[in-house]
């Protein structure tokens, strides 16, 4: 089954840091692009960072450079997130997703829910 | 940053009736844009890229329009499964942009 699940939200303190996990199967993960998405209450959608298949090629949005860092295992077909210097509008749901051949993200896992609270 | 608005916020129809979405960039992203579908509790689901062309398990009821700035989607015959949040984005260049979305309400 062709599917992206992601892992590893949950409630942090500000400051604090996450590691978020998505793992990919089904499909030739080191084939694709990915990215990761996340909908805070309020703002929508945000792709926040993205890294090439070859790993060789990473972005990241102006909110969350610095702070949080993007890497992929291709032995374990898992995407990562390291999350850091969370602070609460970094508080909401974490999506992984694929970039089919045409760019648009053509899969998307169920998401993981970060809460920063004290 | 690409700012990509939709309209309308929400939109309540009846079945049978047809929607029209919009989404408008402040600048041409060429037709490096994609519709989606999000339903609570769901993944997103990938309804139009390139503007115009279906996802593989799109159903034949939605289609895209447009370029450079101004896109429609267009969802013919409406269903209550119809009912859900529609989103546009923006992959022309990074980051890749969402609009705010528009609620589609089937009454």
């Known amino acids: 089954q062709v599917q992206l699940v992601e892992s590893g939200g949950g409630l942090v303190k500000p400051g604090g840091s996450l590691t978020l996990s998505c793992a990919a199967s089904?499909?030739?993960?080191?084939?694709?692009?990915m990215s990761w998405v996340r909908q805070v209450p309020g703002r929508g959608l945000q792709c926040i960072s993205d890294?090439?298949?070859?790993?060789?090629?990473?972005l990241y949005d102006d909110s969350v450079r610095g702070r949080f860092t993007i890497s992929r295992d291709f032995a374990k077909n898992s995407l990562y997130l390291q999350l850091s210097g969370l602070t609460d509008e970094d508080t909401g749901v974490y999506y992984c997703?694929?970039?089919?051949?045409?760019?648009?993200?053509?899969?998307w896992g169920q998401g993981t829910t970060v809460t920063v609270s004290s | 940053e690409e700012v990509m608005r939709q309209s309308p916020a929400t939109l309540s129809v009846l079945p049978g009736e047809r929607a029209t979405l919009s989404c408008r960039a402040s600048q041409s992203v060429s037709s490096n844009l994609a519709w989606f579908q999000l339903k609570r509790g769901q993944a997103p689901t990938l309804l139009i890229y390139n503007a115009s062309t279906r996802a593989t398990e799109t159903s034949l009821r939605f289609s895209g329009g447009g370029s450079g700035t101004d896109f429609t989607l267009t969802i013919t015959t409406l269903q209550s499964e119809d009912s859900a949040v529609y989103y546009c984005q923006q992959y022309d260049y990074w980051p890749y942009t969402f609009g705010q979305g528009t609620k589609l309400e089937i009454k």
């Open positions: 890294i090439s298949r070859g790993s060789n090629n990473v």
């Open positions: 089904g499909f030739i993960f080191r084939d694709y692009d």
């Open positions: 997703a694929r970039h089919g051949s045409e760019r648009a993200l053509d899969l």
